[in-house]
């Protein structure tokens, strides 16, 4: 292979540039262009950019900001899943406020009476309704025939501790609870343990409008909704609370007009 003399001149330039493309970045060895093209390539890799490609960063600080705009359906998702879990739970509320209201006897016998009894079996709480079985033979007495015969007497003595109003009677084979007529004094009694149940169901109520709000707050914490999306979020699930709360003063009126015209 043939040899060519490099001229002293063409040596001392292939130096130069050797020894400029070796200096580290920032030395003021490199052109401005090539610096500026590194450093803004830097900045687009750390991070997002606006939309002229600048970074987006916070004033006076090294963290990077992330910028999120919930869109109207993102919001209403959000809505949707959180409105309806409190719907459901508050359904649920009034269910249990509904089947409360039917263990407050009226001047009839009803097997409701006894859905809250709940008997010590065998060393372990049980409800009534799982080891007997209740019938009403007329309209002023329930029958109730225990499966296992050892256990009247410990279930007269459970609806006698229960304060229902009644007195049971045990034959040795099965158990008689009469219902009598109510007073004018036990009306009243009723009518304030009715009123009782209903405010526990509003207080249900308003603990699970609660939860929902804390729901829509962590979503602002987390930058998915802003501060006006949660206020008009929280005044349609006020709506909802409101909704379920005259329910259950329906209900109320409903059991205390029973009452009174017994």
Request: contains cysteine.
């Amino acid at each position: 292979m043939a040899l060519h003399a490099v001229s002293p001149a063409a040596v001392s330039s292939l130096r130069a540039l050797s020894l400029r493309l070796t200096q580290p970045p920032g030395c003021g060895c490199l052109p401005k262009q090539l610096v500026y093209s590194s450093t803004n390539f830097a900045r687009l890799q750390a991070g997002p950019v606006d939309f002229v490609g600048r970074p987006l960063v916070l004033q006076h600080s090294d963290k990077r900001a992330v910028l999120t705009h919930a869109t109207i359906e993102e919001i209403e998702a959000e809505k949707s899943v959180i409105e309806e879990q409190a719907k459901e739970k508050m359904e649920k509320a009034i269910e249990t406020v509904q089947t409360n209201f039917n263990t407050v006897r009226t001047g009839r016998a009803n097997p409701a009476m006894l859905d809250r009894i709940e008997v010590e079996y065998y060393g372990t709480p049980v409800n009534l309704k799982s080891i007997a079985q209740i019938s009403t033979p007329d309209a002023t007495c329930l029958l109730i025939q225990p499966y296992d015969k050892s256990s009247l007497k410990l279930i007269e003595k459970t609806i006698v501790a229960a304060n229902l109003g009644v007195t049971p009677s045990n034959d040795g084979e099965v158990i008689r609870v009469t219902v009598p007529p109510l007073t004018s004094d036990r009306r009243k009694e009723l009518a304030k343990t009715v009123a009782k149940l209903a405010e526990d169901g509003k207080v249900a109520i308003r603990n699970i409008r609660r939860d929902a709000i804390k729901a829509y707050d962590k979503l602002q914490k987390e930058k998915k909704l802003s501060e006006d999306n949660v206020k008009d979020l929280s005044a349609d699930l006020q709506k909802v609370t409101d909704g379920y709360m005259k329910k259950i003063e329906s209900i109320q009126k409903q059991k205390e007009e029973e009452l009174m015209k017994i």
